[in-house]
């Protein structure tokens, strides 16, 4: 069976920064995959090749035996590619349960009823119901995160992308966070997470992998990756990115 995401040698360059140097990955449906790597790496900009929202100068993006490439974000979505970004994008303007009650109609094509229980089950999910009349420009960083989260679950995603969802939050919402992203796991979805907080990951995912220099230079078991000699040098050098692991 074919993996649900292929990525065939991406390279992507920004002048002389590489961020992609002939990428090749592949995620099954319903893995739980982590991504780390210092600042600058090419990890975000790796997902905004799945998920769109930049175009690699080599390479070829495939979900589900459809390649990707030509597709802009919007028709990717629809087929089940959803992401959330490290600085929140909120509709301002809107409240909270217009903001996700849109990705339900526009990303799950759920219509009239269908989108408002969407939009509730996503929001009661990442703990918003109490504030989904609020203007989401009102809300805080941590909420406009879950508010990020709620958006992404209510498009009905095969394939999540998570970006520094667990930074800033307390140790029982990391847990919290932790137990919401391995509840979409369960449920069959893929999740690919990049994340500072080290322990979410360990917590969450059963593969990690390390990017650095736009190349992985670890796949494994996370307690592996994160043991691996070069892993540490090149990521896990300073004491709070190795607190953070333990």
Request: proline share 4%; hydrophobic share 50%; net charge neutral.
């Amino acid at each position: 069976m074919a993996a649900l995401l292929e990525l065939a040698h991406l390279s992507k360059r920004f002048g002389g920064v590489v961020v992609a140097d002939d990428l090749s990955l592949s995620v099954d449906a319903g893995a739980a995959v982590g991504l780390v790597g210092p600042n600058g790496a090419g990890k975000t900009s790796l997902f905004s090749m799945i998920s769109g929202d930049l175009r690699p100068d080599r390479g070829t993006v495939r979900f589900d035996g459809t390649t990707l490439n030509r597709l802009g974000v919007a028709a990717r979505c629809r087929l089940g590619v959803a992401r959330t970004f490290q600085v929140p994008r909120p509709f301002e303007q809107m409240t909270v349960f217009e903001n996700v009650l849109v990705a339900a109609q526009q990303g799950a094509r759920a219509r009239g009823a269908a989108s408002h229980r969407a939009a509730l089950a996503s929001l009661e999910r990442c703990g918003l119901a109490p504030l989904a009349n609020r203007r989401a420009g009102s809300l805080g960083l941590l909420d406009r995160k879950r508010l990020e989260l709620a958006r992404a679950l209510a498009s009905g995603p095969r394939l999540l992308l998570l970006d520094e969802v667990a930074g800033g939050l307390t140790e029982p919402e990391v847990q919290v966070l932790v137990g919401v992203v391995a509840s979409i796991q369960a449920e069959g979805t893929a999740v690919v997470w990049i994340e500072h907080v080290v322990r979410a990951l360990v917590g969450a995912v059963e593969r990690l992998l390390c990017l650095a220099g736009g190349a992985f230079i670890a796949d494994g078991q996370p307690e592996a990756v994160l043991a691996d000699p070069v892993v540490r040098e090149v990521y896990l050098g300073s004491e709070l990115a190795i607190e953070g692991a333990r």
